[in-house]
């Protein structure tokens, strides 16, 4: 790096720095060294920040690590706080890092958390993304512009790609493989700004050293290619799992084929002209399924490195450690050293073979669809240096990954994780967890501690496994359409559905339980007397007793005299969030009991209670900015072209975070459910009232008519309700309420 590039680079992290800290320009020194090895070292003199750094990502992580520490000011997701005091000068913090990549990004969270983002919440992400050690990060924020103009190329016009491509919310699983022609699909004028703004953050992400990883050419192609290509092979993919159950998946062509080769070609081209020169691309074969129609997965596979190859031959091919792949004959065929596997959870690695002799990064998988629920085993993390420092260790084991599907969740689990970069060895949980609030918080707080104290005990410590998986069948029975029947809701679903005949056709897709995967709120499930889960995977019973947080909200109200930074605003929430939907457990066992002795009384006055926990979660719900479904509905509508364009692109955000997709994708049913207010008061409060109102008439023998919940969450996603998207409302007050209500539900007998 020549002086120019690294005064260049100096001034890319100064301008960040200055925007998370607040500092001014002239208060603010860099000096980037490529030389120093790839770490920081930062300190501060006369009130002046002071960083060293091999490059402008690594002076931002710098900062962040300095402000923490001393707790002058905080870097984190939800919580980011400026400096308010004078800078220690008898502080110096200096780290080098011990893997050489730091990935961020699941491909589902382009759908689950930045489907609608805008320059300026891009800005802050990407900001996040340097403070946090990140140095490469998926990207498919305007990608759709390559298949566009690669397959109108191929005999297709430019309507019935726009057709196949999908809404933004929907198309990381296009890239995935998964599905295809989603909803309306989308526009023209919605890919070129969504283009425009995907170079804007790629030409940010190389000012602050974050490589990209763009989606490679898969094979996939639209309907009919074969027919308008003849001579080439194109396979059928089916169903999205196991062709027994989601949407149908895009065909697949050959890619040993010369007509792949002319795909890749004009594909590779294509990308590099519109969003510049890629060293990192992502394809996944075989991804949650699908077959090569006889062609030879070791040949399919040199077909795909084959093409990679020919564009960059310095490239490298991103595999995901998921579910049984990469297969070991895939690994076995191709050049290893242009090879990096993601390890999803950690733990493919440590399979018989592993990953042969390609470079991988250990991850974790905490967020599933980006629910908001507390979760993460904070203790587990801090142990992870063992892995690198343990001699039996994998020796190509080169990076760290976040593979969490939805990002807006959890920011001391991000936190904790992105600092493994930075450790030798491993982290005490304690001491980094009082630096971590002290700072967030911007104040040493006893109430606050204590808080923590509890949830490392509780809802971030340890996770029983051994229920992951478990489903209702019930919830995949209703939302495919079938009606359910107030009077006997368990009559004729003890078994089967989606994920038992999925496990049958493919036996290996038993580690579709999800590993990890947390349990989700009670409040947002399809309403039964059974239900214990919204969505199809992960445990169906707390770790924990139901009244297990309420100790740490008290804490966090006594707290809440003294301290008011945004970052303990949020966790505040987040707590009270999560004990109602806890207490939401007890409300409904108290109800089916009620209902079962044909106590009408009790059961109207368990009613009321279960739905007043609603109404209480969802007031302290709209306090919070980060916690409104208005504010994910103004994003998606600000990016159409047209009212009706807005329309539809709020109505494809409902959908993902309720129903998922169509009749066809029920397995899926609130698989992105949120504790976010609009989605409770409205939503889950109007299905929980509907319901509780009908199993009352069949209580007093009155007729009913079973409930279609598909329909029902159909009809909501259509209608034009609006919802805020500027918090208001008292936190402490309605923090309290919840308080209230958790503790006289949870402590009835």
């Known amino acids: 790096m020549n002086d120019v590039s690294t005064q260049t680079a100096a001034a890319n992290a100064a301008a960040a720095i200055r925007r998370l800290s607040g500092l001014p320009a002239d208060g603010i020194h860099v000096a980037v060294d490529p030389g120093v090895g790839d770490g920081f070292r930062v300190w501060a003199a006369g009130n002046e920040l002071h960083v060293e750094a091999s490059g402008a990502g690594a002076a931002v992580a710098g900062y962040a690590a300095f402000a923490r520490r001393t707790g002058a000011a905080h870097v984190s997701r939800f919580g980011t706080r400026p400096v308010d005091r004078e800078l220690p000068a008898d502080v110096v913090i200096e780290r080098r890092a011990q893997l050489d990549l730091r990935i961020a990004y699941n491909l589902t969270v382009s759908g689950y958390t930045t489907p609608y983002f805008d320059w300026a919440q891009w800005e802050a992400e990407l900001d996040l993304l340097a403070a946090s050690g990140v140095n490469a990060a998926h990207v498919t924020l305007g990608q759709e512009l390559v298949y566009l103009e690669t397959f109108t190329r191929f005999g ?43 170079r804007r953050v790629i030409r940010r992400m190389h000012e602050l050293d974050i490589a990209p990883i763009f989606p490679g050419c898969s094979g996939i192609v639209p309907p009919k290619f074969g027919e308008r290509n003849e001579g080439c092979l194109v396979v059928p993919q089916g169903l999205w799992f196991v062709d027994v159950a989601g949407p149908e998946r895009p065909d697949w062509l050959d890619t040993t084929s010369d007509e792949y080769a002319a795909v890749a070609e ?120 063992k892995r690198w420092t343990a001699a039996t260790e994998p020796s190509r084991l080169v990076g760290l990954t976040n593979m969490a599907e939805g990002v807006g969740n959890n920011p001391v689990l991000w936190d904790l994780f992105s600092d493994l970069a930075w450790a030798e060895d491993e982290i005490p949980l304690g001491p980094w967890l009082d630096d971590w609030t002290a700072a967030r918080y911007g104040a040493v707080d006893d109430h606050a501690r204590a808080a923590w104290q509890t949830l490392m005990e509780t809802a971030f410590g340890p996770w029983r496994h051994d229920n992951a998986g478990a489903t209702s069948a019930e919830t995949q029975h209703a939302m495919a359409g ?205 299905r929980w009232s509907t319901w509780l109102a009908q199993i009352r008439e069949v209580l007093t023998g009155e007729a009913t008519t079973p409930i279609d919940w598909y329909r029902f969450a159909d009809q909501w996603i259509r209608h034009d ?13 309605a923090a309290m309420t919840v308080l209230e209500i958790a503790e006289r539900l949870t402590s009835a007998k």
């Open 156 to 198: 297709y016009s430019e309507e019935e790609i726009l057709r196949w491509l999908g809404p933004p919310s929907h198309q990381p699983w296009l890239w995935l493989n998964s599905i295809q022609s989603f909803g309306q699909g989308t526009t023209r004028a919605l890919v070129e700004k969504r283009a425009e703004l995907g």
């Open 266 to 385: 004009t594909f590779y081209t294509t990308q590099r002209s519109a969003f510049g020169t890629c060293g990192m691309w992502a394809v996944d074969l075989l991804h949650e399924g699908g077959k090569t129609g006889g062609v030879g997965l070791a040949e399919a596979a040199w077909g795909v490195q084959r093409a990679m190859i020919a564009v960059n031959p310095d490239s490298t091919w991103v595999l995901q450690g998921w579910i049984g792949n990469p297969r070991r004959e895939l690994l076995e065929a191709i050049d290893l050293s242009r090879v990096l596997v993601l390890d999803l959870t950690g733990e493919a690695a440590d399979a018989d073979g592993g990953f042969l002799d390609a470079k991988w990064a250990l991850g974790i998988l905490p967020n599933y669809g980006g629910r908001t629920v507390l979760y993460g085993d904070l203790a587990a993390v801090t142990a992870v240096p």
């Open 482 to 686: 079938n009606a359910v029947d107030p009077a006997d809701p368990g009559k004729g679903l003890a078994s089967g559905g989606p994920l038992a005949a999925m496990t049958a056709a493919d036996p290996t897709l038993e580690t579709f339980a999800m590993p990890y995967a947390s349990t989700d709120s009670v409040i947002a499930a399809v309403p039964s007397m059974l239900a214990n889960q919204a969505s199809m995977v992960g445990p169906r019973a707390l770790p924990y007793s139901e009244d297990a947080l309420i100790p740490a909200l008290r804490n966090l109200l006594i707290a809440a005299d003294s301290l008011r930074t945004k970052g303990f605003e949020y966790d505040l929430v987040d707590v009270a969030r999560q004990v109602a939907d806890d207490a939401a457990r007890a409300g409904l066992r108290f109800i089916a009991e009620a209902a079962e002795a044909k106590d009408l009384d009790a059961y109207d006055q368990r009613a009321a209670e279960y739905l007043e926990l609603i109404d209480a979660q969802e007031a302290v719900l709209r306090t919070n900015e980060h916690f409104l479904l208005g504010r994910w509905l103004d994003d998606a509508r600000a990016w159409g072209s047209t009212e009706e364009e807005g329309t539809y692109l709020v109505e494809e955000a409902k959908r993902l975070l309720t129903s998922w997709g169509y009749a066809d994708a029920a397995f899926l049913v609130d698989y992105g459910n949120r504790g976010w207010a609009g989605l409770v008061g409205d939503y889950y409060h109007s």
């Open 721 to 733: 309700s609006q919802y805020p998207s500027h918090s208001h409302g008292d936190l402490k007050t």
